[in-house]
């Protein structure tokens, strides 16, 4: 059974840190482009950051001009998990994040919810003093 499991999120002052895990259980995470999305109330779900497959795609990785610079995401396979590392954290970062699957197809970064196929059931990041 396919199932992705987010966590680490939570409340943060704006500057802070935080470090979301998404773990994957079913299938390996290795052979897919992985995503992390936001949705925040009353708005889109955005992409944020993605990681292509590492076995077909050398694991590049991608992050949208909103959090470049502050945002990284990366992959343990061992574990099976890839992690979100938030730093330099603003209001406008508070949101519900989410963790996705799709397939891998070496066209560069894919930010769009639509070619996702599982996703997991998102965990809260709100940042505020």
Not at 11 to 21: E, F, I, T
Request: hydrophobic share 30%; charged share 15%; glycine share 14%.
């Amino acid at each position: 059974q396919v199932q992705l499991v987010e966590s680490g999120g939570g409340l943060v002052q704006p500057g802070g840190s935080l470090r979301l895990s998404c773990a994957a259980s079913g299938f390996s995470l290795d052979y897919y482009t992985v995503g992390w999305f936001r949705q925040a109330p009353g708005k889109e779900r955005e992409g944020v950051s993605c990681i292509d497959s590492g076995d077909s795609g050398h694991g590049n990785t991608y992050h949208a001009d909103s959090v470049k610079g502050r945002f990284t995401i990366s992959r343990d396979n061992a574990k099976n998990t890839v992690y979100l590392q938030l730093n330099s954290l603003k209001p406008e970062d508070t949101a519900v994040y989410y963790c996705a699957v799709g397939p891998y197809y070496g066209l560069g970064p894919n930010f769009s919810p639509l070619e996702y196929d599982y996703w997991g059931q998102g965990t809260q990041v709100t940042v505020s003093s």
